[in-house]
């Protein structure tokens, strides 16, 4: 009892405990479901209408998009450029953007691509035109449905088709995103047909639209004027006070909306050989010139001290350089130049040897992937005569130069020049194997071999570090908004401005330059960046002004708001002195404006530009809105106050034609719905984080 009593004495305490407990544990799981929300939040690189873009799908569609080009860069025996990334992150952004838009908008009127509907777009009986265009056999310009088969076989299913090797399986994997990407496209692309169709029927003209519209093209009007110029009056008699550049900024600023903008001044140092650099390269020159003459391993030497490696292939003289044609046409086998210098490279050439032979030569191919053994049973058959392309696909007219071996390898061209009359077997880069015959040989023309070896001027690493640790040196020094800017031209920069918003790719002037728009977006006014290598130059930035999402703000525009405010009030002050003018003609109103009556031809509402008066629409809609012998009331235009009057209508210059005028507005109302991503973007609540991260 004694415990008992004790414990309930207690109640109220623990009651108090367990409440504090639980408010506790309220609070810490608020903060960590809190805590959840903001990284939620922080891990977008969009908002739309409400609806985050994830970080992840993004990354993983960017990654995916890179991987692709940089495959078809590969095949292509290129590397991909510097600035791609940035365009690759912009585009998929736009996509992902024109995607969350585009959803929103099928779901509100119901609109769906079935998965069958899909699926007979990508191997049923209505497929896509940009899946035929890439099956179509270019010998026959027919559509090769087992070759689409084939593809999505091996693609789908690699080791069923005898794809193991590492190396294989990734190249496949490439190929099956960029598959399934199209698959993805090819879905929304049909959805926004299916739209826009709704949206063109919607918006289909009827024949008063077309004569509206055909008489707004065609009448023209002469028109008698005249015209008082605002100059007439002096901007010093009019007053413009505070309130009335509010008025006038808060009537205009809608036009004027801008996203968050970040004002930067950088100082770009170009990175270029310096006076040593260009000693040190005519120095080694000098030294190879020798050797490279006399050597029996040209090779060697080139491939050891060259930028370009030896190229053991003869070439067409007529293709070569001006400077190269010029020294194997006057040369014999054997000799060599002395190095010349040009576009900071200096140059030397040697002849190994020259020939007659055909420039290029013509072959019908087919082709099977490394490891496929069916070669050897359809080369037999048609060495026996069987028809070439009977059982595989051929390539007609496929043209080989001596010069091609980089993309195609040494052993395919050799084999290709070397071949007779019959069929032959040979392989390219990459292990493909092929079978192929001659179909022509071009007429022989004069080739030679010629050795060349370059070397180019560059900064050394001495050059760089010097000008990386000056530019270093001055950024420490002078780290103040001032100080960057005032005290760049006695250290021998120059700063120059620029205006950044998160959706370009570069900075004005530095292309390839995202970095510095990601890092704009990440710093604080006054912030100075590192120093970025950006192709040959070194770039630092400092941030000077930030203006927020929204109108530009009024004392950037106080020029225009200021001509606009004693615009209006001039003519106000002349339409009012013109409104005792009495009788109300033409003559009148140009005594009253101390002016002349003047006459333009062919005023339509069309055209906005007014010949000797300039882009003047208030005066030409006005224009075409008065009948035959009208006097207007005061108008203000661009130039100044106009009375008008119509003095002549011109005739059509064309007959009505109301099936031509329809076609002419379906076209223009489809314009329009081409366009409507772009309406919706500018309707729509689309925040842009994307800034943060790249």
Known sequence: MATLEKIRSKAAMLVAVIGLALLAFIIGDFLNSGQSFFMMNQNKVATVNGENIGVEEYQERVNARTEQMQSMYQQSGMTMPEGMSATIQMDVYNQMINEQLLASELEAVGLTVSDAELQDMLTGNHIHAEITRAFTDPATGIFDRQALDNYLSVVFSPEENGYTDPSQLQQIAVQRQAWLDMEAQIRQSRAYEKFATLLTAAMAPNKIDAEMAFAAQTRTVDVAYAMQPYTSIADSTIAVSNSDLKAEYDKVKARYEMPETRTIRYISVNVAPSKEDYAKVEEQINMLQEVFATTDDVAAIVDNNSDIPYEDVYVTVSTMSDDMKAFVESAKVGDATAPAFADDTYTMYRLMGTKTAPDSITVKIASFPMGDNSIDSVYNAVVAGAE????????????VTEDMYAGLGRDFVADVFAAGNGYFKTSSLGGIQHIAKVVKRSAPVAKAKVATLTIGVVPSVETETELYNNLSTYVAKYNTVEQFADSAFVAGYTT???????????????????????????????????????????????????????????????????????????SEAIAQQLSTVSPATIEAYATAMNSKVDTVKFVSVASPSIAGLGYEPIVAGAAAGLEMGEVSAPVAGNRGVYVLQVVNENAASRPYNEQAEMSRLEQQYMNVVNQFLEVLKEKADIENTLVRFF
């Open 496 to 570: 120059i401005p620029a205006e950044c918003q998160a959706a370009q790719t570069s900075v004005q002037g530095i292309q390839n330059s995202r970095q510095i728009i990601h890092w704009a977006f990440n710093a604080k006014k006054g912030d100075v960046s590192e120093i970025y290598e950006i192709g040959d130059r070194y770039v630092v930035a400092m941030l000077e002004k930030v203006v927020k999402e929204g109108y530009r703000p009024m004392e950037e525009m106080e020029n225009l708001l200021n001509t606009n405010v004693r615009r209006a009030k001039k």
């Open 388 to 399: 070439f392309g009977a059982d595989v696909n051929v390539m007609e007219d496929f043209v």
